[in-house]
Structure formats: C-alpha cells, structure tokens
C-alpha cells in the first residue's frame, strides 16, 4: 500500500476521540441542541466521527434543522490537503518511539496497528498520542466502526452538494497541538494503557457503549463512558485542559460570532463538545443564549 493512501484513510479517523466530556442535562433522544437569543438561530448536533451503516437514517429532527441551515459549521474538514500529514508529521519533541517503549511493547504496537499497514518507519515518529489514537482507531475499525458512516462526514458531503456555507471552527494545527498536549512520559503511560486495554477487551466495550449512548441522545450515559475512558488512557490535567476546556472555549465563541450574524447554522462537532460543564451548551449559556435540548419529536 502506498503511503499517501494509508495516511488518507487514517486522516479523518484519527480525530475520533474528541468526542466525549460529560454532565446531565435532561434526558433526551437526540444530541441535539437549539440555541436562540442571537439574529438566527443555532443548532448544535454532537457527532460521532466512526460509526456503522445502522447509524442512519439520522432523526428526523436533526435532519430538518440541517435543512433549514443556510451555514454549515463543523470543526475542520478531514478532507482538506494537508491533514494526513499534519497528523503523521516527524515527532518535534524530538522523540523516537521505538526507543521509549520495550521490545515487547512495540511488538504489541505493531500487532495492534496491522490492519492499517502502517510502515514501521512511519510508526517511529508517531508521538505517543497519536499513536493511542492509531491504536484506537484500528481496535473500532475491528469491530465495524468505520469514517465511511461518520456523522460529520456524511453532513460535510451534503452541505458541498448543496451549496451550504461551510465554516471551520478549527485549524488542523490547532487540533494536532491538542491532541499532543501533556507531558511525553504522561503520554507513553496512556498508550500502553490503551494497548492493554485493547488486549483485554475494555477498548472494544467502551467503543460500543460509546455509539448506544450517542444513538438514545443519553448524555448522562456519556459522563459515565468519559470516566471510564479516562481510566483506560490516564489522561493527564494538561491532556483534558487542551482536549476539551481551551477547544470549547475557543469553538464557542466561533459558534456565538454565527448566531449574531443573521444566517441560521447547522453545527456538527464531537458529541463531548457538547455535554458538560464546560461544554459549548454551557459556555453559549452563559453568554446570554437561550439552549436546549431537543427531542426528535420536536418539530422544526
């Protein structure tokens, strides 16, 4: 396999763990989110970047306010040049993977990345992170989750057929330094937490309860998936600061910019964005917006 073409498959993927950060909001069917207050109103619908065939069809109440949206919103573009090799640059920490972990950790790590045929050559430079991340990626492709059925993809595709405005909320440089965030020795403990956690079968199980949670719109089931995926990767402080609380931050200002400018906007990031204390629901809030979560039986 050429490498252009694994890195192309990788590249969207690999921004899946961006998804889950967690508090109860009320009880609803649909991670869905209405937000009004500014000149035109704001959906947020919270995505997941791999899923199967029988994610869709979507709810009819999420792809309604799709419909209305003369903007579509998300936090980058996987499809863009440029990507696949921001993720898969040199390691600038000036660290060599191989040397940091065992002989029988990277022979762990080769076993569990296999069915990408990733070059070895390009697995050395891969900061720990990433590598997790790879690691992550390849154990949800195993069990048929795959970035053909991503959510945000699947809007990405339809708003360019549509002639939807598309706004990026986020660089790829800005989501690389998040992804890399914490220290190098920090970062080497999760990802030989993930990889046992692969082995043992915890992964896999938190992967699926991920996805049923996404599909009943159960964001207090996802606070509890968010602590134990937490557990399995030791996320550091530093880690979850730059992951989700600066990203929130920095998305939600974005996102209250567009509900001041008079075009409704469809929103699509990932569904940890929007749960929690720190969420983008709840920094909107505090703005001044009004914010809810809607029901699929809500009418547009």
Not at 179 to 185: D, F, I, K, Q, V
Request: net charge negative; with cysteine; proline share 4%.
């Amino acid at each position: 396999m050429r490498l252009g073409s694994w890195r192309r498959r990788l590249c969207g993927g690999l921004l899946l763990l961006a998804l889950f950060c967690a508090m109860p909001w009320a009880r609803a069917d649909v991670l869905l989110w209405e937000v009004t207050g500014g000149s035109a109103p704001v959906w947020l619908f919270g995505s997941v970047h791999l899923c199967r065939a029988d994610c869709f069809p979507l709810p009819r109440a999420v792809e309604a306010r799709f419909s209305k949206a003369a903007v579509l919103a998300i936090e980058l573009d996987p499809t863009q040049p440029g990507v696949a090799a921001a993720l898969f640059q040199n390691d600038e920490s000036g660290g060599d993977l191989r040397s940091d972990l065992s002989e029988a950790e990277w022979d762990r790590l080769r076993r569990q990345l296999q069915a990408l045929e990733v070059p070895e050559s390009a697995m050395e430079n891969l900061t720990p992170n990433i590598a997790s991340l790879m690691v992550t990626f390849a154990a949800a492709q195993r069990v048929g989750l795959l970035p053909l059925y991503g959510t945000d993809l699947h809007f990405l595709g339809r708003a360019k057929r549509g002639g939807k405005r598309l706004v990026e909320l986020e660089t790829v440089e800005q989501q690389v330094r998040a992804l890399n965030a914490g220290s190098r020795a920090d970062s080497l403990n999760g990802l030989r937490a993930v990889m046992a956690a692969v082995d043992d079968g915890s992964l896999n199980e938190m992967l699926e309860e991920m996805v049923a949670a996404w599909q009943t719109g159960d964001a207090e089931r996802l606070e509890e998936i968010l602590q134990k995926a937490e557990q399995i990767s030791a996320s550091s402080e530093s880690f979850t600061e730059a992951m989700y609380a600066q990203r929130n931050r920095a998305m939600s200002e974005s996102i209250a910019r567009l509900a001041r400018k008079g075009e409704p906007a469809f929103v699509v990031v990932g569904s940890g964005h929007l749960v929690g204390r720190d969420s983008i629901p709840a920094l909107l809030a505090r703005q001044g917006f009004k914010v809810r979560q809607l029901e699929t039986s809500a009418r547009p």
